[in-house]
Structures are given as C-alpha cells and as structure tokens.
C-alpha cells in the first residue's frame, strides 16, 4: 500500500484517502471506480478509450475520471491510484516515503 493511505468510506462505499482527502472511491454500483487524475490527462484518456474511462457531468468540473473495473488492465489501474495518490499526498510524505 501507499503511504499514509487510509481505507474509508465516502457516500457510503469503500473510498481511499491521504489525510483525509479523497483520491479514490467505488461507486455505489460496486463497478466503477471514481479517481483523481490531471483534467488534462484525463480528457486523453476518456478520449483514447471511453470503454474503460469515462466522465459524468457531475465530475466534470473537477479532476476525477470513472474507471470500469470490469474492462481496465490491473496494471493501468495501479498506475492510476499511485497518480491519484501523488497528487493528494503531502509533499513531505512523499520524499519521507511515509511516517
């Protein structure tokens, strides 16, 4: 696991965070994934294969994607939970590597 992350809970379904900011959380249909991305980089994504990501006009103004389970490699999703942990941990953390 990353460091500092914690297993919570946001709108009620399994949600991973990083001093409490939210970086990832299974949506209530338990098949996709909410994650934080770069909007840049996730208007290429969703672009290159809306199969696998997508975004609803809920999340359009910030910088989460959807991701569905179902269709994404397990390497490509563990690229994007470290991503969207890089962008909520705290600098120190990083460098730290930790506690």
Same mark, same amino acid.
């Given at each position: 696991?990353?460091?500092?992350?914690?297993?919570?809970?946001?709108?009620?379904?399994?949600?991973?965070? /990083?001093?409490?900011?939210?970086? @990832?959380?299974?949506?209530?249909?338990?098949?996709?994934?909410? =994650? !934080?991305? &770069?909007?840049? *980089?996730?208007?290429?994504?969703?672009?290159?294969?809306?199969?696998?990501?997508? /975004?609803?006009?809920?999340?359009? @103004?910030?910088?989460?994607?959807?991701?569905?389970?179902?269709? =994404? !490699?397990? &390497?490509?999703? *563990?690229?994007?939970?470290?991503?969207?942990?890089?962008?909520?941990?705290?600098?120190?953390?990083?460098?730290?590597?930790?506690?």
């Amino acid at each position: 696991m990353l460091p500092g992350v914690e297993e919570s809970t946001s709108y009620g379904t399994p949600a991973l965070k /990083v001093k409490g900011k939210l970086f @990832a959380r299974l949506k209530e249909d338990g098949e996709t994934l909410v =994650v !934080k991305v &770069a909007l840049e *980089a996730r208007d290429a994504l969703v672009a290159a294969r809306p199969g696998v990501f997508f /975004v609803t006009d809920h999340y359009r @103004a910030y910088p989460f994607m959807l991701v569905r389970l179902a269709t =994404v !490699k397990r &390497a490509e999703l *563990a690229q994007l939970l470290e991503d969207a942990w890089s962008m909520t941990a705290p600098s120190a953390r990083k460098r730290r590597g930790g506690e």
